[in-house]
C-alpha cells in the first residue's frame, strides 16, 4: 500500500492485492454507489465510489450494508446509522489531528498538522476538531506544543498533558494540602461521567485522600479558570487555591 500526499490537501492510496480480491472490492463499492444513485443524488459514480470507500473504512458504522436508495448529503458517503457504532468488523478508524490551541480559538492562523499527512490550513483543522466524529482533536500550547486537550474523545490523559499538569500543580490541589503531585491522582473536575472533558481547564491532581473525599460527595470542585480550584467543604465554605508559580 503506498500513500502520496499531495500539495493540495488531497492524497493518492495505492493498494497492491490478489486480483479476486481486487475484483471482489470494486464490485462492492460499485454496487453501494449505484444504491445511492436516484434523481437527487448530483454527485457522479466515481465520486460516490470514493465517498462509499472513505466513510466504510473511516466512519463507525455498526452494518456496512446499505439498505435503501435514500440520497446521502453532499460531501458523505454510504455510512448507515452515522457514527458512533463499534467499527466496520470491529475496525475503527483513527485519525490524530493536531491543532494549536490559538488557531482554534481564531486568534492565530499557525497550521494545524494531520498525522499521516502533514501540516494542513487552519481553517481545515478547526472544521476537523469541531465536526469530524473520526478524528481525534489534539490541542497544543502555542509555545510548548505539549497537549492541552482531547476534548471527549478519550478519558485517558495523554503523557505529554500529564507532564505539563504535574509542572502546574506541583501538589494536590486541595487546600492546604501538599502532597506531591507526582503522588496524587489526576481528577476530572467535573467528572467524565458528566460530560467533563480530558482537557488542562478541566483536570487537577487531588491526592488519593482527597479525591475519596470528592467521589463520596463530602467535598465539591470546579475549575472555573483553567488551573484555578475552587474546593466547597461540607460544611459549605469555599476555599480557591491557584497553582504555585514556577521557580524562575
Known sequence: MDFHPDDDGMAWLNVYLPAEKAVAIDGRLTRLSRALQCPEETRTLAQL??????????????DPTI???????AGAGAAPGGAGGAG?????????????VL?????DDAPGELEG?????PDLARRLAAHAPSF????????????LSVGRDTYTVPADLKKWLRVRDRTCRHPGCNRSAAAAELDHTIPWSRAGT????NLAHLCRRHHMLKSQGLWHYNQPSPGIITATSPAGRTYQTQPEPVPG
Open 198 to 201: 480530558t482537557a488542562h481547564n
Open 136 to 147: 481525534t482533536r489534539l490541542l497544543t500550547h502555542p509555545e510548548t506544543g505539549a497537549v
Open 103 to 107: 488557531t482554534l480559538l481564531d486568534v
Open 67 to 73: 439498505t435503501g436508495t435514500g440520497t446521502a448529503p
Open 117 to 121: 499527512y502533514g501540516p494542513i490550513d
Open 49 to 62: 465510489r470514493t465517498d462509499v470507500l472513505t466513510d466504510l473504512l473511516t466512519h463507525t458504522c455498526p
Open 88 to 100: 466496520w468488523n470491529g475496525i475503527q478508524a483513527q485519525v490524530h489531528v493536531t491543532v494549536p
